[in-house]
């Protein structure tokens, strides 16, 4: 059974910077997709980036050149480092992991591995 465990999020003033860390385990396959999703109050969980298994990234338009998604060598870690974030950035964040392709701006309807959110708020 795959496990995630997100890093605590934490809170920052617009401009600033935070990065995520999903610890993945129980599982050695190394073909998973995995992607950060966010949640916002009153809105729907929604990919804002996205990580194939052969590197492969893809992002939301309002986080492309903020954002950056990557996994460390051994692809058992996975990152999202966040900068010049903006107040709208302040949601809670999941990690999750999929052996089919997650897509940024995707909901993640059908995807079996998550991890339990972390909340990330961004003041102005």
Same mark, same amino acid.
């Given at each position: 059974?795959?496990?995630?465990?997100? &890093?605590?999020?934490? &809170?920052?003033?617009? !401009? !600033? &910077?935070?990065?995520?860390?999903?610890?993945?385990?129980?599982?050695?396959?190394? @073909?998973?997709?995995? @992607?950060?999703?966010?949640?916002?109050? @009153?809105?729907?969980?929604?990919?804002?980036?996205?990580?194939?298994?052969?590197?492969?990234?893809?992002?939301?338009?309002?986080?492309? !050149?903020?954002?950056?998604?990557?996994?460390?060598?051994?692809?058992?870690?996975?990152?999202?480092?966040?900068?010049?974030?903006?107040?709208?950035?302040?949601?809670?964040?999941?990690?999750?992991?999929?052996?089919?392709?997650?897509?940024? @701006?995707?909901?993640?309807?059908?995807?079996?591995?998550?991890?339990?959110?972390?909340?990330?708020?961004? &003041?102005?």
């Amino acid at each position: 059974q795959v496990q995630l465990v997100e &890093s605590e999020g934490g &809170s920052v003033q617009a !401009g !600033g &910077s935070l990065r995520l860390s999903c610890a993945r385990s129980g599982s050695t396959y190394a @073909g998973y997709s995995m @992607g950060w999703f966010r949640q916002a109050p @009153g809105k729907e969980r929604e990919c804002v980036a996205a990580i194939q298994s052969d590197g492969t990234t893809d992002y939301i338009e309002s986080v492309k !050149g903020r954002f950056t998604i990557y996994k460390d060598g051994a692809k058992s870690t996975l990152y999202l480092q966040m900068d010049n974030m903006k107040v709208e950035d302040t949601a809670m964040y999941y990690c999750a992991a999929d052996i089919v392709s997650i897509r940024a @701006g995707s909901f993640g309807l059908s995807i079996p591995y998550w991890g339990r959110g972390t909340q990330v708020t961004v &003041s102005s």
